[in-house]
């Protein structure tokens, strides 16, 4: 595909200290994008899907403006290169490549084993996963020190703060890379163990369910639940638009991750969310969850 280029390369410049490849032009993978692009970091995006990479496009853009608008980055910010493609032929070249594709374990082993083959031994492979174990994917890589798990959380440019998880073979130059490219993407890093959920997905999304749980019982609505988690408890969106900014296929996915790996009854997606799934209301990014969105503000 034709590369997108947000700005003219300057010939006298430096060469950029990172250049990452993000794996899948969905949610995640177009907020990542959008990140580094404001922080002035060159990205090669790869999606096997032809036409979601003409909609990323489009995406990654809308985002960079709201960053803007909202102040999480300068109005003046230079963006860097953005490059599209539908393989990853490309990827011999860059510093670090952040697997973002689809929540199932199956699909992120194979798109590692793909990417592990074809970059330089010691390029940090980060898969942004809300709860697979990190060292479970590194059987799937080439080198499985190379191998790192960060969360980030939806959207990417708002929250600050990235879970970044270390595998019981992950090396000690993989921390420090990785550390400093999320110090290139202003971002602080919190390091934790190797464990199905980590942190935030083992905590967040069990509360998350249990909110599900209590409207599909009927006990409240939506708006209910959410209102008295932020105004008594302090959570800053409610579980429930969290879920759809997460996006409850997103979710779900997680939740049988848990489940599977913990025991946890707790983690079984609960009725509700499954019916949400078939019904194909997962959110913002349809326009349809616990909430409905417009279109502009989706």
């Given at each position: 595909m034709t590369p997108t280029r947000h700005t003219a390369p300057d010939p006298h410049a430096v060469p950029d200290p990172h250049r990452i490849a993000v794996l899948g032009a969905g949610v995640m993978g177009v907020g990542i994008t959008a990140l580094a692009l404001g922080h002035g970091i060159p990205v090669l995006l790869v999606d096997t899907d032809a036409e979601r990479l003409d909609r990323a496009r489009g995406a990654v853009d809308r985002e960079l403006r709201t960053a803007q608008l909202l102040g999480r980055?300068?109005?003046?910010?230079?963006?860097?290169?953005?490059?599209?493609?539908?393989?990853?032929?490309?990827?011999?070249?860059?510093?670090?490549?952040?697997?973002?594709?689809?929540?199932?374990?199956?699909?992120?082993?194979?798109?590692?084993?793909?990417?592990?083959?074809?970059?330089?031994?010691?390029?940090?492979?980060?898969?942004?996963?809300?709860?697979?174990?990190?060292?479970?994917?590194?059987?799937?890589?080439?080198?499985?020190?190379?191998?790192?798990?960060?969360?980030?959380m939806n959207p990417p440019y708002l929250i600050p703060t990235v879970e970044v998880i270390r595998g019981a073979r992950t090396g000690d130059a993989t921390m420090a890379a990785v550390g400093a490219l999320l110090t290139a993407l202003a971002r602080e890093q919190i390091v934790v163990r190797d464990a199905p959920g980590f942190v935030t997905s083992r905590v967040l999304h069990p509360m998350?369910?249990?909110?599900?749980?209590?409207?599909?019982?009927?006990?409240?609505?939506?708006?209910?639940?959410?209102?008295?988690?932020?105004?008594?408890l302090g959570h800053p969106t409610g579980p429930l638009r969290t879920a759809d900014l997460i996006g409850i296929d997103n979710l779900v996915d997680s939740l049988r991750v848990l489940h599977r790996r913990t025991g946890d009854e707790g983690c079984r997606p609960?009725?509700?969310?499954?019916?949400?799934?078939?019904?194909?209301?997962?959110?913002?990014?349809?326009?349809?969850?616990?909430y409905v969105y417009e279109e502009e503000n989706r």
């Open positions: 980055l300068p109005a003046t910010a230079v963006t860097a290169a953005l490059e599209a493609a539908t393989t990853t032929d490309g990827v011999g070249d860059v510093t670090a490549v952040v697997e973002a594709v689809t929540e199932i374990a199956e699909i992120k082993a194979k798109a590692l084993a793909d990417v592990s083959a074809r970059v330089r031994p010691g390029t940090p492979l980060i898969s942004n996963t809300s709860s697979i174990p990190v060292d479970e994917l590194a059987d799937w890589a080439a080198r499985a020190e190379d191998v790192v798990g960060t969360h980030f998350i369910n249990d909110a599900a749980r209590v409207v599909q019982e009927g006990t409240a609505t939506p708006e209910a639940v959410d209102a008295l988690m932020e105004g008594c609960c009725d509700l969310l499954l019916d949400k799934v078939r019904q194909g209301e997962l959110g913002r990014k349809t326009g349809r969850g616990f």
